[in-house]
């Protein structure tokens, strides 16, 4: 079993950059695939990136692809999302995942397993 719990979120101007961190617990970080998901308000949530155990394989949603970086520190038992360039439809909360099953996170309607409790992104105009 995963804890996970996401930090970073805050309010940003478009064109800007953040960075959100999820923590997770355990000693089996390393066999855990992890994603990022977000929700705006009045919308279904969304996949945002994964990244596999290892983190040699990573995956976009195509609507960040180019301006988002997902990384994993397993030393760290921390993975990363590196966001630039924020528009204001990035907006949204941002959710943490993990599985042991990477497809579990990439393919269209996946259940992940663990789930952080979100972390709050704005990006004003």
């Known amino acids: 079993q995963v804890h996970v719990v996401e930090s970073g979120g805050g309010l940003v101007q478009a064109g800007g950059s953040l960075r959100l961190s999820c923590a997770a617990s355990?000693?089996?970080?390393?066999?855990?695939?992890m994603g990022w998901f977000r929700q705006a308000p009045g919308k279904e949530r969304e996949f945002v990136a994964a990244t596999s155990e290892s983190g040699r394989s990573t995956y976009y949603a195509d609507s960040v692809k180019g301006r988002f970086t997902i990384s994993r520190d397993n030393a760290k038992n921390t993975v990363y999302l590196q966001m630039n360039s924020l528009e204001p439809e990035d907006t949204a909360v941002y959710y943490c995942?993990?599985?042991?099953?990477?497809?579990?996170?990439?393919?269209?309607?996946?259940?992940?397993?663990?789930w952080g409790q979100g972390t709050q992104v704005t990006v004003s105009s």
């Open positions: 995942a993990a599985d042991r099953n990477y497809y579990q996170i990439t393919m269209r309607n996946g259940r992940p397993d663990y």
């Open positions: 355990g000693r089996t970080f390393s066999s855990y695939a």
